[in-house]
T-cell receptor, first 112, second 112 residues
Framework: KAGVTQTPRYLIKTRGQQVTLSCSPI?????VSWYQQTPGQGLQFLFE???????NKGNFPGRFSGRQFSNSRSEMNVSTLELGDSALYLC???????????FGQGTRLTVV | AQSVSQHNHHVILSEAASLELGCNYS??????LFWYVQYPGQHLQLLLK??????LVKGIKGFEAEFIKSKFSFNLRKPSVQWSDTAEYFC??????????FGDGTTLTVKP
């Protein structure tokens, strides 16, 4: 069974640009969560999508948005990039009921 | 929202020492808790999970955790650590409930 796949693995963008990250969950999983991981802030929850609907949202500005498609694949978009957005963005999938989350390798975003 | 807090941010041990990492949760109702580990350069993976039943939960690689309801705790333990246990450890609530705020993480360094 294939794991969680995130693309791209690495990305370099300049300030002010926008970026879209992609996450393909494990087959059959309907919940996709996004996290931002930085050395200073640790692992912070961005949002969670379940069956194409945003079910939970963390405390990030509106520049961070996401969506989920009917096949459960999810995308995360960050507009007007800032230097502080440089981080490892992790995607996790789960069944949507009480169960553990399975994480992808992450997308390393560097904003210059 | 469900949230957890971890007491220790950085722990340094010698091989064969015993390990206990603290985790406290702050929500009521049904409690489901997880410990994840992130080895250097690898993605987050599940160590163990507690849903209900026996409060002493055994996970992979000799780790265990005890759910103590009266203390709102779910501490991670290992009797004898190895150099290969050097990693970052995260305590987390159910990813499918609330905002799933992970603990800040504990970096464990095991000296050979």
């Amino acid at each position: 069974k294939a794991g969680v796949t995130q693309t791209p693995r690495y990305l370099i963008k300049t300030r002010g640009q926008q970026v879209t990250l992609s996450c393909s969950p494990i087959s059959g999983h309907r919940s996709v969560s996004w996290y931002q991981q930085t050395p200073g802030q640790g692992l912070q929850f961005l949002f969670e999508y379940f069956s194409e609907t945003q079910r939970n949202k963390g405390n990030f500005p509106g520049r961070f948005s996401g969506r989920q498609f009917s096949n459960s694949r999810s995308e995360m978009n960050v507009s007007t990039l800032e230097l502080g957005d440089s981080a490892l963005y992790l995607c996790a999938s789960s069944t949507g009921t009480v169960a553990e989350a399975f994480f992808g390798q992450g997308t390393r975003l560097t904003v210059v | 929202a469900q949230s957890v807090s971890q007491h220790n941010h950085h722990v340094i041990l010698s091989e064969a020492a015993s390990l206990e990492l603290g985790c406290n949760y702050s929500y009521g109702g049904t409690v489901n808790l997880f410990w994840y580990v992130q080895y250097p350069g690898q993605h987050l993976q599940l160590l163990l999970k507690y849903f209900s039943g026996d409060p002493l939960v055994k996970g992979i690689k000799g780790f265990e955790a005890e759910f103590i309801k009266s203390k709102f705790s779910f501490n991670l333990r290992k009797p004898s650590v190895q150099w290969s246990d050097t990693a970052e450890y995260f305590c987390a609530p159910d990813p499918n409930a609330g905002k799933s705020t992970f603990g800040d993480g504990t970096t464990l360094t095991v000296k050979p």
